[in-house]
């Protein structure tokens, strides 16, 4: 089965940069749309952004536009989600997950996730 395992997050201020890597085992990424989502304590789980298995495609959310980028580096077996101009309320665990397509809420793997906190 297909493993994730995410790392990167930390305490970063406001305005500051973190990037987050989800790195695949004992499977390929390569057939895999990745999503990241994000969950903050008493909140429900949000998409933040996804990419195609390819690469080519890239969705983000309204509320990082702008600020996220996310890429993929299939020879690596990782996906990075790099974040920028940081705000207190991107503070959530981060997870990324294995998906049929970018939107197709059919997910073969999530990983453990990892807290992101951004606070001054």
């Known amino acids: 089965q297909l493993q994730l395992v995410e790392s990167g997050g930390g305490l970063v201020q406001p305005g500051g940069s973190l990037r987050l890597s989800c790195a695949a085992s004992?499977?390929?990424?390569?057939?895999?749309?990745i999503g990241w989502f994000r969950q903050a304590p008493g909140k429900e789980r949000e998409g933040v952004s996804c990419i195609s298995s390819s690469g080519g495609r890239t969705n983000y959310a309204d509320s990082v536009k702008g600020r996220f980028t996310i890429s993929r580096d299939n020879a690596k077996n990782t996906v990075y989600l790099q974040m920028n101009v940081l705000k207190p309320e991107d503070t959530a665990v981060y997870y990324c997950a294995a998906e049929t397509f970018c939107g197709s809420e059919v997910y073969d793997s999530w990983g453990q996730g990892t807290q992101v906190t951004v606070s001054s």
């Open positions: 004992r499977f390929t990424l390569d057939y895999y749309a």
